[in-house]
C-alpha cells in the first residue's frame, strides 16, 4: 500500500480511538436516560409504550453503528515500528488541538474520521486537514516518509 494510504490510516486510526470514547460515554449515558424516561412513562400508562419500543430500537441501532465503527478501527490499523507510532501521536496530538480550536463536534469529527480510514484517498478529510494547514504540512509530509521507508525497527503490536 502507498506510504500517503498508510499514513493516513495510521493517523485515522489513533484519532478515531481518541475520539471513539467520549462519544461511545456520551451516548450510553443518552441511551440509558432515553430509555429509563420512557420506561417510567410506560408504567403510567400503556400508550407511552408507543414511544418506549422505537426508543429501543434506535437505542440498539446505535449501539450496533458503534461496534461497526469500532471494529473498522481495529480492522484498517497498520502495523507500524515503534517510531512511527511516537510519531502518529505526536502528529494527532497537534491535530486534535485543532480540531478542538475549530470545535467540530466529537460525532462528526468520529464519523468523518472513520469514512477517511475506511476508503483512504489522498484529499480526505485528514489529508486535507493536514494539507490546509501551514504548521502541520512539514510534520505531514515527515510522516508519510517513515512510513515509505523499509521498517528495519522491531515492530509495535497494535
Partial sequence: MRAQLLAIRSIGAEFANRVFYPV?????VIVVACISLTSGLATTNQWWLLLYIPTVIAAC????????????????????????????????DK???LSEITQTPKYILLFQIIRDIAAPRENGFIGSFAGDTASLKGEYTELINLFRQKRHAPTAAK
Avoid: E, M, W, Y
Avoid at 461511545?24 to 450510553?28: A, G, N, Q, V
Avoid at 469500532?70 to 505526536?90: G, M
Fill in 61 to 92: 441501532a446505535s449501539i450496533g453503528v458503534l461496534v461497526i465503527a469500532k471494529l473498522i478501527i481495529r480492522t484498517v490499523t497498520p502495523v507500524q515500528s515503534i517510531v512511527q507510532k511516537k510519531a502518529t501521536k505526536k502528529f494527532v
Fill in 95 to 97: 491535530l486534535q488541538r
Fill in 24 to 28: 461511545l460515554i456520551t451516548s450510553i
